[in-house]
């Protein structure tokens, strides 16, 4: 991505930051970890400026190449199988990406993300309302892709620290708290899992991978739907902050119809 930046950066209090913890220390328990990882969430919300850059997103489709019909095995000699013609499809989509923020009062934090599309495949979309040929686009990274860290996520989805000790990365794995555990604000319970890499250094999040079982892929479609966000350090003005760099989402149709998605 090639970010441009319009608009002024906020005042943050870095200093605050690193008063929770020492992020050298080997013994540093969850409760801590989340905590800093919360504070520089926050530090993000309340510093990102508006922001448009280019975004690159690769597509491809493959459906087919399952069986259908009787099986040659079955009782009664019935006739083989068929199987369906494989079709893959594939786009690269060249967008504009924007982020803004909320000017509204009490909305810090809250931003609005959009996209034009420029091109597909090198050429002129036929109109700007051309989807990306995939179940769904991952709009809310920039603004909600940490969500899980932040105090009302947290009381969403239970924790378990894999690693802590000298180690350069720091592994969680989290997962959906019960339905009956989890708050009136909570998303939808999904049966959502993953895990998270942090680095040690900066307490900043490096990359999250999720999953769901079973979801509505597109109006009526149903399967399983995995994505992960890496995160870099990017210079905006003066100041860098930690910024989604790459997103990969898979989803797997459970009438066999596979998606990808890489931006």
Same mark, same amino acid.
């Given at each position: 991505m090639v970010a441009v930046v319009f608009g002024t950066i906020l005042a943050n209090s870095q200093e605050s930051r690193h008063e929770l913890l020492d992020s050298s220390s080997p013994d540093l328990t969850l409760s801590?970890? /989340?905590?800093?990882?919360?504070?520089n969430l926050l530090v993000y919300q309340q510093s990102v400026p508006n922001i448009y850059c280019t975004e690159l997103a690769h597509a491809s489709r493959k459906s087919g190449g399952q069986l259908v019909g009787p099986d040659l095995a079955s009782p009664g000699g019935n006739l083989p199988s068929e199987r369906v013609r494989a079709i893959e499809d594939k786009a690269s989509v060249s967008s504009v990406f924007r982020l803004r923020r909320s000017t509204e009062v009490g909305q810090v934090g809250v931003f609005d993300e959009s996209r034009v599309v420029q091109s597909v495949n090198g050429k002129a979309?036929?109109?700007?309302? /051309?989807?990306?040929?995939?179940?769904?686009? +991952?709009?809310g990274v920039f603004s909600n892709g940490l969500y899980i860290f932040s105090r009302e996520g947290r009381s969403c989805f239970a @924790? $378990? +620290?894999? %690693?802590? $000790? $000298?180690?350069? @990365?720091?592994?969680i794995e989290f997962k959906d708290l019960p339905q009956n555990e989890r708050s009136a604000d909570c998303p939808s319970f999904a049966k959502t899992s993953g895990h998270?890499?942090? *680095?040690?250094? %900066?307490?900043?999040?490096?990359?999250?991978?999720?999953?769901?079982?079973?979801? *509505? +892929?597109? =109006?009526?479609? @149903?399967?399983?739907?995995?994505?992960? *966000?890496?995160?870099?350090?990017?210079?905006l003005n003066t100041e860098t902050?930690?910024? =989604?760099?790459?997103?990969? %989402?898979?989803?797997?149709?459970?009438?066999?119809?596979s998606h990808n998605w890489l931006g």
């Open positions: 801590q970890i /989340l905590d800093y990882i919360e504070a979309p036929a109109s700007q309302n /051309l989807a990306i040929p995939v179940p769904a686009v +991952l709009y @924790f $378990k +620290l894999h %690693s802590a $000790k $000298k180690q350069q @990365f720091i592994d998270v890499v942090i *680095e040690r250094k %900066s307490m900043h999040v490096i990359r999250i991978n999720k999953r769901i079982p079973r979801t *509505e +892929l597109i =109006p009526g479609v @149903f399967g399983s739907w995995e994505w992960s *966000e890496d995160y870099a350090p990017i210079a902050l930690w910024m =989604p760099s790459r997103i990969v %989402s898979t989803s797997v149709a459970e009438d066999g119809v």
